[in-house]
């Protein structure tokens, strides 16, 4: 990655995180409570090399096997620190369970008992714990992956019950709008259930509608195109 492009990336990360500390403070949240997740699908490795340089520590893959492509398994103190921590932000499918315990620092996408419980025997089996959120699919639409809302009570009680998995929160990715605006209700919707569930971190926000999803109670954005640029 030469000095321009790393150039264009630090002004990236500068705009996302400038726009990201204006929408905390403009409802009266600390910013340091907003996670940034650098959605890295169809990034590069040097993309990836370039952002770390910008400053970014978190980064998300939708599958397991780009991220292992692209990230090196954690291991020390000192290399998870090199590395950052990398979440899966996309559909988890349970043959790849095995592979995605442990190397993943959170998986965003548990959104049924049978994924759950896969998770729990591998990680019960490594004798570590790991990081999981519910997906939710707030709009019950029929291509989107996630529990159904009216379901989500019964899934986050039976998850809470494994003592290998540690349920953090709630996930979801509302209906694609060209508005921001029009996905506010969605991200409403989804901090109420998660507060009637005492769940209270949220993964919601893409680069089109981040600033919407903080004002509505984001803990992880997960943004894309605004750092990378678009892709395939």
Known sequence: ???????????????????????????????????????????????????????????GENRVQEAYEKF????????????????LIGPLQTNKVKRAVGFFDLIHSVDRLALAEAIQREAARRSMTQAVLVQVNIGAEATKHGVLPDATSSLVEAVRSLPNVSLLGLMAIPPVADDPERARPWFSRLRQLAVSLKLPRLS?????????????????????????????
């Open 1 to 59: 990655m030469n000095v321009a492009s790393d150039g264009d990336m630090v002004r990236r990360v500068a705009r996302v995180r400038a726009v990201i500390e204006a929408a905390a403070v403009r409802c009266g949240r600390d910013p340091s409570t907003i996670t940034l997740v650098a959605a890295s699908k169809g990034a590069s490795r040097a993309q990836i090399d370039a952002a770390r340089r910008a400053g970014l520590t978190v980064f």
């Open 72 to 87: 090196d398994p954690p291991g020390s103190d000192d290399d998870r620190r090199r590395r950052g921590e990398v979440h």
């Open 204 to 232: 919601m926000g893409m680069s089109s509608d981040f600033e919407v999803a903080i004002e509505e109670g984001a803990s992880w954005i997960r943004i894309g195109s605004a750092l990378f640029g678009h892709r395939r």
